[in-house]
């Protein structure tokens, strides 16, 4: 089963963690203890909109920007763990590590296989000169 609480700790903790800051740094700022800061990152508490808004305020990003990370990886925390639900995949929308097969035109000429589908004339339209 999939918590909510675990993968909002886990976006929490990474954006504290991109900008170098300690939990005693933005639990001081957020104005929320060490302890139970500590215990929102690990996915053990729920915190209420109001300590999530004061959270988000203290590392500079809003509450918006973290919730839609937090579905991103809920929706990718969905088919990986049960790909089997028949849950419809929007367009573009892939599984971790699966690849996408590229369509190359017969007239692009001969393809590079360590080129991921590219032909060696796209590779030179990309060459400054």
């Known amino acids: 089963m999939i918590l909510l609480r675990q993968l909002l700790g886990d976006v929490l903790r990474r954006l504290r963690i991109r900008q170098g800051r300690t939990l005693r740094e933005v639990s001081a700022s957020a104005r929320v203890s060490l302890g139970y800061l500590s215990e929102v990152e690990r996915g053990r508490k729920e915190a209420s909109s109001e300590l999530l808004a004061a959270i988000c305020a203290a590392l500079e990003t ?41 369509e190359v035109p017969a007239s692009a000429g001969p ?19």
């Open 111 to 129: 393809v590079d296989p360590g080129l991921d589908g590219m032909s060696m004339g796209d590779v030179t339209d990309m060459v400054p000169v």
């Open 62 to 102: 809003s509450l918006s920007q973290v919730f839609r990370e937090v579905s991103d990886n809920f929706a990718l925390a969905e088919l990986q763990s049960d790909p089997a639900l028949g849950v419809p995949r929007e367009p573009g929308l892939r599984l971790a590590g699966e690849r996408v097969p590229m």
